[in-house]
Each structure stands twice: as structure tokens, then as C-alpha cells.
T-cell receptor, first 113, second 113 residues
Framework: AQTVTQSQPEMSVQEAETVTLSCTYD???????LFWYKQPPSRQMILVIRQEAYKQQNATENRFSVNFQKAAKSFSLKISDSQLGDAAMYFCAYRSPGNQFYFGTGTSLTVIP | DAGITQSPRHKVTETGTPVTLRCHQTENHRYMYWYRQDPGHGLRLIHY???????DKGEVSDGYSVSRSKTEDFLLTLESATSSQTSVYFC????????????FGDGTRLSIL
């Protein structure tokens, strides 16, 4: 089975600052997708950003960007200009070519006013 | 928002009783998934479906069965519930295009006493 590791159970950031959440994964595949999901206290799972493994360019979505290092199997999420609404649990996910998804254990992000 | 409805949203039951959770979609997506979410474990795949009557096991399938007799419905059954199956259960759907993410339902909180 594939594994996804998020080594930071908890992180905190000052409002308006930048924070980076780490994710590593293990796979022998070359064609796959990676995702970051956000889960606020409401429990909803919200897609933040996605990355196709065949694309070298790092994905960006407004204040959210990734640092995708395919050889190192690393997929970190950078949140710029952090806002109070960014406080949530963040999950990294790997999608296999067979459309199975594997999730990390999550990082709880606190935003300090 | 993706049209996914999970029912019930909350359920409390006793050990040894059968339990069925329902996931209903209005998107006509091919793929449907059941996950459980537990503290320290993130989301773990129980079963998934890639079409009507086509299902496969995930990493934590023991004690669970599924059925998909219609595109729109994916049922998760606990034949004889145990306290270790107390969890929050999420359904997710995904369309066939390879670059698409999963979209999640709002979750079902299941407590087994």
C-alpha cells in the first residue's frame, strides 16, 4: 500500500505570516496526483490545491502554493498571508493510477491573531 | 458544491446490531468511496466502487461490506457493529476524468456503545 506521511501534527502561524506544511509519500508509480484538503471544525473536507505528477511546475491557488519535489517524493503546502479562516486540519492525499486515495494523518494549523 | 448526501448524519447504536450508512449522489460520478476518520489516523479507505456492482476493498475493510446497485447510491454495512467501529464516516465521489479530485459528503458520526 502507498503511504503518506505528515510529520507535523500541529503547526501555528501569526496572522499575515507564511507557513509551510510538510508531506512526503511513497510510491513506485510515475503517474499520480497529489492533493491538499482542508478540514475546518465544521468537518467538511475542502479541496485546497492539486498537483499532477507529470507537471514540473508547482501548482498555485491564490495564497496557497505547493513545492513539489518528485524525486524526493515531497509535496509541501505553503500558505501566504495567513488568515484566521485558514485555521483547520490539513490533509495531504495521494491518488494512485487506480483511483485509490491515500491520506496522511493531518496537520492541525492554528492561526494566531 | 458536489451533490452528495450522507444519511444518517448521526447514529448511536449498540454492539452487535447491524448498521447501514447511505451515500447518495446526484452527479452521476463513476467512483464512490467510503472512509473512516479517527484521531491520529487521518482518513482510511474502507471500500470503494468504480461502477454499479463493481467494488473493491480498501485498507480497513474487515467488518464492513458495501453494495452499489445504482450509480447514485453506495451503501456501507456493519453486519455486527463493534465499539472499535465508532468513528466518523465519510463518503466521497469522483468523476472519471483523471485529473479530478474527490468531493466529500458531510460525514456521519457513528457511536457504538
Amino acid at each position: 500500500a502507498q503511504t503518506v506521511t505528515q510529520s507535523q501534527p500541529e503547526m501555528s502561524v501569526q496572522e499575515a505570516e507564511t507557513v509551510t506544511l510538510s508531506c512526503t509519500y511513497d510510491t513506485s508509480e510515475s503517474d499520480y496526483y497529489l492533493f491538499w484538503y482542508k478540514q475546518p471544525p465544521s468537518r467538511q473536507m475542502i479541496l485546497v490545491i492539486r498537483q499532477e505528477a507529470y507537471k514540473q511546475q508547482n501548482a498555485t491557488e491564490n495564497r496557497f502554493s505547493v513545492n513539489f519535489q518528485k524525486a524526493a517524493k515531497s509535496f509541501s503546502l505553503k500558505i501566504s498571508d495567513s488568515q484566521l479562516g485558514d485555521a483547520a486540519m490539513y490533509f495531504c492525499a495521494y491518488r494512485s493510477p487506480g483511483n485509490q486515495f491515500y491520506f496522511g494523518t493531518g496537520t492541525s494549523l492554528t492561526v494566531i491573531p | 458544491d458536489a451533490g452528495i448526501t450522507q444519511s444518517p448524519r448521526h447514529k448511536v447504536t449498540e454492539t452487535g446490531t447491524p448498521v447501514t450508512l447511505r451515500c447518495h449522489q446526484t452527479e452521476n460520478h463513476r467512483y464512490m468511496y467510503w472512509y473512516r476518520q479517527d484521531p491520529g489516523h487521518g482518513l482510511r479507505l474502507i471500500h470503494y466502487s468504480y461502477g454499479v456492482k463493481d467494488t473493491d476493498k480498501g485498507e480497513v475493510s474487515d467488518g464492513y461490506s458495501v453494495s452499489r446497485s445504482k450509480t447514485e447510491d453506495f451503501l456501507l454495512t456493519l453486519e455486527s457493529a463493534t465499539s472499535s467501529q465508532t468513528s466518523v464516516y465519510f463518503c466521497a465521489i469522483k468523476e472519471d476524468r483523471s485529473n479530478q479530485p474527490q468531493h466529500f459528503g458531510d460525514g456521519t458520526r457513528l457511536s457504538i456503545l
